[in-house]
């Protein structure tokens, strides 16, 4: 488990500064595509059209026009007043506004003032933000289920330890040993590192899954985002331009993120979780 402190501000001041690229951070090549495909599923699987859903660390709001296609209200949320205006005006371009009720700049840490108990029939929690609040993953947890109706599901994401150094290696194999191994004893990429400037706890699966259940959530489905697609960069946009060989491959892809022995190799890990019926 993390033992960094969570600083809101760091959070806020980055996603502030990254502006726009989190809109387009899924075009950017074909594996990000993979990955936009394979967190969409799992949304057309547990949702039905005209649910209230807490969509919470929005960002820019690729999911929020995921959610609107599929006929969802959206409570639109995250710690990040640029990423939030960001949101509004991606929904005002692309024509998906009338399908949110609110924008709110909140601190998934702290709901309380902002939404009632059992307010939403789900909660979508993609893109790492239990990865950002490092110490306090459990509190967020406990709220998300608060807000949600009994028996609601949660979405959730974090980076994945293992599958960053999968998708990474050649510069991962660049820095110092001694620093390589204190990272992946801790899961921590943090400042006094000094080797990035992104802050976050790195999960391994069964850590992830331990989170989850110590939090009382059960778990629908646990997946890595990808696995059979990372590191195929060049190869992936041949086969991004003829059809059924890209339908194929995200056939696969689905199953294969799925499978036990390929969760820790995606560079993020899903999971599909409820509340418990009470
Ligand atoms: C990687 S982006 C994900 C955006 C979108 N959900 C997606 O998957 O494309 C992470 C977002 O979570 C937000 N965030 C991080 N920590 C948060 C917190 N404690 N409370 C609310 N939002 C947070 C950030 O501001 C950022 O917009």
Known sequence: ???????????????????????ERFDRHPMLRIAFAIHQHYLRQYLQ??????????????FTQVL????MRVT?????????ALN???????????AVDQWVECDACDLRGQFADKAFDAVVAYGGLLSYVFDQA???????????????????????????????????????????????????????????????HMYRAKE???????CGLTIEVMSASNALSTNWEEQLRTIHEDSPAWQHLL????????????????????????????
């Open 1 to 23: 488990m993390a033992t960094i402190k969570y600083d809101p501000q760091w959070v806020r001041d980055f996603y502030d500064a990254y502006g726009m690229q989190e809109w």
């Open 138 to 200: 459990g509190l967020v947890l406990t709220e998300l289920q608060r807000v949600v109706m009994p028996g609601g599901p949660i979405f959730l994401e974090v980076m994945s330890l293992w599958g960053a150094i999968h998708c990474y290696l050649p510069p991962v194999l660049s820095i110092d040993p001694a620093v390589n191994r204190q990272i992946v004893a801790r899961g921590d990429l943090d400042r006094e590192l000094a080797i990035s400037t992104h802050y976050c």
């Open 49 to 62: 059209p005209g649910q209230h859903i807490l969509e919470i660390g929005a960002g820019a709001g690729r």
């Open 68 to 71: 609107a296609e599929m006929g």
């Open 208 to 214: 992830f899954r331990q989170l989850i259940e110590e």
């Open 251 to 278: 056939e696969m892809e689905l199953e294969a993120c799925r499978e036990p022995g390929c969760l820790d190799m995606g560079t993020h890990l899903i999971a599909v979780c409820r509340r418990s019926t009470t």
């Open 76 to 84: 639109v949320a995250d710690i990040s007043p640029i990423q939030l």
């Open 88 to 98: 509004r005006q991606q929904a005002d371009t692309h024509g998906f506004a009338s």
